[in-house]
């Protein structure tokens, strides 16, 4: 089985690596990335990188999705599968699916549901569209967690923001409190407080929600901006995911 990977970021570069060690043939590319993980092939772009995939996974980011899947499709070989697991508005993908459609590609829209660090490969996702059943039968990785959620283009999208909303809501509550905290230098206090209401695990999460918020505040403030868009466009209330939204632009400003 080849499998490409587009995009070499934290995610894409954990995939190829997994997937290389569990014996199939990567073939990854990334016109920013340097460097390659050990037993994957170079390409030197995104269709040449293709070509031959059985099964395309594209994990650029959102705002070189379409770009990255517009370079791929036409250089895609009959039958391949396009696996965009980029996170993105729901029309974004459903737009994308559009375009794979008129180039004769299959396509499916994949959420990644946590931190990929943890898990690599073998991380949960959810799957739909059309062709999920055959995504999930051809992913080489068969320890992965999948759930279908539907043969709708968007559907995985959606509920990946929908759980945004919360996860990335409580890392911006945590962070609040316990900025608030260090003003009275109750830091520590506050800390176990808010470890000890989140269960057993609670101090490893409390310092999963500050350090990731912190690292990936860039890529979370954007889609916390897709996910206030979502909630607006289905009517419903927004005012904690844009108090998430000043926060995250907070980190990323620097003050």
Do not use: C
């Amino acid at each position: 089985m080849s499998v490409a990977v587009l995009g070499l970021g934290e995610a894409g570069s954990r995939y190829a690596h997994d997937l290389s060690a569990a014996g199939v043939t990567v073939t990854a590319f990334d016109p920013v990335v340097s460097g390659i993980p050990d037993g994957v092939a170079e390409a030197p772009s995104a269709a040449r990188a293709v070509e031959r995939a059985d099964l395309v996974l594209s994990m650029v980011g959102g705002d070189a999705a379409a770009q990255a899947a517009n370079a791929a499709f036409p250089a895609m070989k009959e039958g391949a599968l396009f696996a965009d697991m980029n996170t993105m508005a729901p029309q974004a993908k459903t737009d994308l699916a559009a375009v794979a459609a008129s180039a004769g590609v299959q396509f499916v829209d994949v959420a990644i549901m946590a931190p990929v660090p943890r898990a690599g490969a073998a991380t949960r996702l959810l799957v739909a569209g059309s062709p999920a059943q055959q995504f999930a039968e051809l992913f080489p990785i068969r320890q992965a967690p999948i759930q279908i959620v539907g043969t709708s283009v968007g559907a995985a999208a959606e509920l990946k923001l929908l759980r945004s909303v919360f996860m990335k809501g409580l890392a911006a509550l945590v962070i609040e409190s316990v900025t608030a905290s260090e003003q009275s230098g109750s830091r520590e206090w506050m800390i176990a407080e808010i470890a000890n209401e989140l269960g057993d695990s609670g101090e490893q999460l409390v310092e999963r929600l500050i350090d990731g918020t912190t690292k990936h505040a860039i890529r979370r403030e954007h889609e916390m901006e897709d996910a206030e868009k979502h909630l607006d466009g289905v009517r419903s209330p927004s005012w904690m995911t844009r108090g998430t939204i000043q926060w995250l632009h907070h980190i990323v400003s620097g003050h």
